[in-house]
């Protein structure tokens, strides 16, 4: 079942960065992803938006019961506080110094050029934070011809050489990952990098410039498989992995719906035959090693669909549950929704808000014994935090009251 939550603010934070303090001048995905991971270990992230157009871009994507709290938004800020700030102008700039002389980490994703426009490049804040961790989440990296460009989701995907999969599966055009994937696992990068820029000042008293560079990091994660053929020089066949890249791989069609199936060891695949009254697959050549399937990965696959439609999904799960041979349920998103092992977990958490009223939200998945991760809060909606975040930074009242007018 769910776990349903009706007090948004009133869990202090478990998790293993508590009292570490992030400003976050993060937007869309690639950076929200990464400090979403961080507040859920604890950390207090102060999310900066600018005043003007109703705050970062994902706020607006996708309908919500109010305006500004899109799905997205809502997925990639929980644990977070929002000010809302124009570091443009003399007092904005001046929050946001004050802001850092007490930060352990400043990570954003504008570009550095602008950034040190603002006066907020690298060396300009270590010189107000010494030990500061200062995380540029960019497009590409600076030693590059495209360190000026911009970067998006599908750019990364096209230029990585990941959409060209789509091609390699099925002899057709490119093909873009029905998902944000390069976004989501640049944040992965960002979010490591960061964790190890801490481990290494807590070992050292030093911060230090982190750079996490999109289409660095993306084709970085496409092309630990992918590289293939290319990895020994000269190549001797090509890129792209066979097993997974080939058309065959998808769930299978059962008697009646869909399963996936996953027999990996030579036992299991001898036993999924037996079951699926095909005996002597393995006699064949072209099957009885593990090389020689990888080579003729496509035939095999065809005979696994083959044998899936003889049985039903659920005699086909009894059946490879009893002999320990690798199969799941294929869920479509919505089944996932009442998967029974995410239900069992309570992945998908319910809570309670009292102006969005009920919604979903996704449990941090890492489990620790000691320091656990944890939800303490909604998000937030645009600069709710403005007057505790800017009323702790010693701003007379006249100026404070400046600041919160202005929204600057």
């Known amino acids: 079942m769910t776990t349903t939550s009706s007090a948004p603010d009133s869990k202090p934070p478990s998790g293993p960065l508590a009292g570490i303090r992030i400003i976050d001048m993060t937007s869309v995905v690639f950076g929200p992803f990464a400090t979403v991971q961080l507040a859920d270990l604890g950390a207090e992230v102060i999310k900066i938006e600018n005043p003007g157009g109703g705050g970062e871009v994902m706020r607006n994507a996708g309908r919500s019961p109010i305006p500004g709290m899109g799905p997205i938004f809502m997925a990639l800020n929980r644990n977070k506080k929002s000010v809302t700030l124009d570091v443009g102008s003399e007092l904005g700039r001046e929050a946001l110094i004050r802001l850092l002389r007490d930060a352990d980490v400043f990570i954003h994703n504008v570009r550095m050029a602008g950034m040190e426009r603002l006066g907020f490049g690298f060396e300009a804040v270590r010189a107000i934070r010494e030990d500061i961790v200062y995380v540029h989440c960019a497009g590409f990296g ?208 319910e809570r309670e808000d009292p102006e969005l009223g009920r919604f979903r939200t996704l449990r941090p998945p890492v489990h620790m014994s000691v320091s656990p991760a944890s939800i303490r809060s909604n998000p937030p909606q645009l600069g709710a935090d403005n007057g505790e975040v800017f009323g702790g930074l010693g701003f007379s009242a006249e100026e404070l009251a400046q600041l919160l007018g202005e929204g600057a």
């Open 142 to 349: 600076a030693a590059g011809p495209y360190a000026k460009r911009q970067a998006f989701d599908d750019l990364i995907q096209g230029a990585s050489g990941f959409a060209d999969l789509a091609s390699k599966r099925d002899g057709g055009e490119p093909a873009y990952a029905p998902s944000l994937i390069a976004d989501k696992t640049s944040g992965l990068y960002a979010y490591g990098a960061t964790l190890a820029a801490l481990f290494h000042r807590e070992r050292t008293g030093a911060g230090q410039f982190v750079q996490v560079p999109m289409l660095e990091a993306f084709t970085h994660f496409h092309m630990v498989e992918n590289l293939y053929g290319e990895t020994f020089i000269p190549a001797s066949y090509g890129m792209a992995y066979t097993r997974s890249v080939n058309p065959r791989r998808k769930p299978y069609r059962t008697a009646d719906g869909f399963i996936c199936i996953v027999p990996y060891s030579d036992a299991q695949w001898e036993r999924f035959f037996e079951l699926g009254e095909r005996p002597g697959v393995f006699d064949d050549p072209r099957f009885s090693t593990y090389r020689a399937r990888t080579d003729n990965i496509g035939e095999l696959y065809a005979i696994i669909e083959e044998v899936a439609l003889t049985r039903t999904t659920d005699e086909w799960l009894t059946l490879l549950e009893a002999e320990n041979i690798p199969g799941m349920r294929f869920n479509t998103n919505e089944a996932a929704l009442r998967d029974p092992h995410l239900e069992a977990v309570g992945f998908f958490e």
